[in-house]
């Protein structure tokens, strides 16, 4: 019964880790499709409803990839602190998206009575509220990718570099955000990380999807230590 129940854990493991292969190369396309590509309405709707989840199962995933090596708190933290970032960009792509294509409609139907002045103060305010949403989803997204980084370090399939690549990444994201807030880091004069944070997490898909083998391996050892354990006690 025990020797099931862990080839079961497996077969969820292997399948968490193709999951969020498969979802972090999604995202990797729908995001700069978002932002460089002219999308049709619903399409745009469709990719935005789709982004956040998307991440989440691309966080999860690779959670459990880390977690094959070695379970540690500083990926339940990561992935815990990914997960809130989904929410919170799904939250804020849909707000956006909202208010975008209501605006025009609206301000319209005002008629001329509102003068130009007050629409731009009606839309500066409303703008406010994005981009508190969008230093939300950022702070979140950049303290799960410091907390990633930290705990791929030590890992066989990933190390040193490209953990460290991924900690400053997000630290300087955080910073960026933190020392410019309302306003977005782009339009401030820094840099948008935003950018290097998908690249980030494109290679970390694509380096899980060459460790597949390695995964595998990982998984045969230790069903030789339960194994060789199990028999011992019997």
């Known amino acids: 019964m025990e020797k099931i129940s862990i080839d079961n854990e497996k077969t969820i493991n292997r399948a968490w880790i193709r999951i969020g292969i498969y979802a972090g190369l999604a995202v990797s396309v729908i995001y700069p499709l978002m932002i460089f590509a002219p999308l049709p309405k619903k399409l745009t709707i ?48 849909i707000v956006q998206l909202s208010v975008n294509l209501s605006m025009a409609g609206l301000m319209d139907s005002a008629g001329e009575g509102v003068s130009e002045a007050t629409r731009k103060w009606i839309w500066q305010v409303i703008d406010k509220v994005q981009l508190g949403m969008d230093v939300s989803w950022d702070i979140f997204i950049a ?52 950018p290097a944070v998908g690249l980030w997490y494109l290679a970390a898909a694509i380096l899980v999807l060459r460790s597949l ?13 339960t194994d060789h354990l199990s028999g011992g006690e019997s």
């Open 213 to 225: 083998k390695w995964f595998d391996q990982q998984l045969s050892a230790t069903g030789k230590i």
């Open 46 to 93: 469709v990719l935005a409803s789709l982004f956040g989840p998307l991440l989440m199962l691309a966080s999860l995933g690779l959670y459990y990839f880390l977690k094959a090596h070695r379970k540690t708190v500083t990926g339940q933290l990561a992935v815990l602190s990914n997960i809130i970032a989904s929410a919170m960009v799904s939250l804020m792509l």
């Open 143 to 194: 303290i799960g990718t410091i907390l990633f980084g930290v705990a791929m370090m030590k890992h066989p399939r990933f190390g040193k570099i490209f953990g460290l690549i991924g900690f400053l990444i997000g630290h300087f994201l955080l910073i960026f955000n933190l020392s410019t807030f309302p306003t977005p880091p782009g339009d401030a004069g820094l840099i948008d990380l935003g």
